[in-house]
């Protein structure tokens, strides 16, 4: 079965700081991967998703980006965070097909600082 | 352009109570509908799915939706509401063009009292 892993699950950082989350996904090969946020009281905005290693397509432009090192890999980085970059972010994979769901990873809930 | 629009921000029901959660969409294309479930920091969890078959879909802890094309409507139901299921509800739509991405409603809250 395909499982999501997505790590810290909490994090505290100062302004200015780097910022790196991973999310690594087994089980299945060539998924769909999406990082999404979620600021408090809202909903989610998609932040960046990748169809294969290398392809990453923004959705906003903000302090943030993201890369796909390896097939199952997704991480999200920032050089120098800011306050409002804090939130809750979840990864999440699908498969390519459109009538699949996503399956989403238990977030990392980050306070900037 | 392809949207979704969760019609109530918050909807506070009395325990044994039906719950409706209201979902529309707008798209140039035949989408694939999901509400998910998301409990306090936690991550989501699918409750069903519309994928052009029955157009009225069950899904887990009693929950089912009906697709209404004519109305561009996936309003979300329950016949009796129970304490667990508080939490925050998501009217999700994936569309056949742009790479297949998912596009969340804004949510909305679901609140059951005793």
């Known amino acids: 079965s395909q499982t999501i892993h997505q790590w810290p699950a909490t994090l505290v950082q100062p302004v200015g700081s780097p910022l790196s989350l991973e999310c690594t996904v087994e089980?299945?090969?060539?998924?769909?991967l999406y990082w999404y946020r979620q600021a408090a009281g809202r909903g989610l905005q998609l932040l960046f998703y990748s169809v294969g290693i290398g392809q990453i397509s923004s959705e906003v432009p903000q302090n943030l980006s993201a890369s796909r090192p390896q097939d199952r890999q997704f991480i999200l980085s920032s050089k120098k965070l800011l306050l409002s970059d804090s939130g809750f972010y979840l990864c999440a994979w699908s498969r390519e097909t459109v009538n699949t769901e996503a399956f989403f990873g238990q977030g990392t809930r980050l306070t900037v600082v | 352009a392809q949207s979704v629009t969760q019609l109530d921000s918050h909807v506070s029901v009395s325990e044994g109570t039906p719950v409706l959660l209201r979902c529309n969409y707008s798209?140039?294309?035949?989408?694939?509908l999901f509400w998910y479930v998301q409990h306090p920091n936690k991550g989501l969890q699918l409750l069903l799915k519309y994928t052009s078959a029955a157009t009225l879909v069950k899904g887990i802890n009693g929950f089912e939706a009906e697709f209404k094309k004519s109305e561009t409507s996936f309003h979300l139901t329950k016949p009796s509401a129970h304490m667990s299921d508080a939490a925050e509800y998501f009217c999700v739509v994936r569309f056949s063009g742009g790479y297949n991405k998912l596009i969340f409603g804004a949510g909305t809250r679901l609140a059951v009292h005793p």
């Open positions: 089980g299945t090969s060539n998924p769909n």
């Open positions: 798209s140039s294309y035949s989408p694939s």
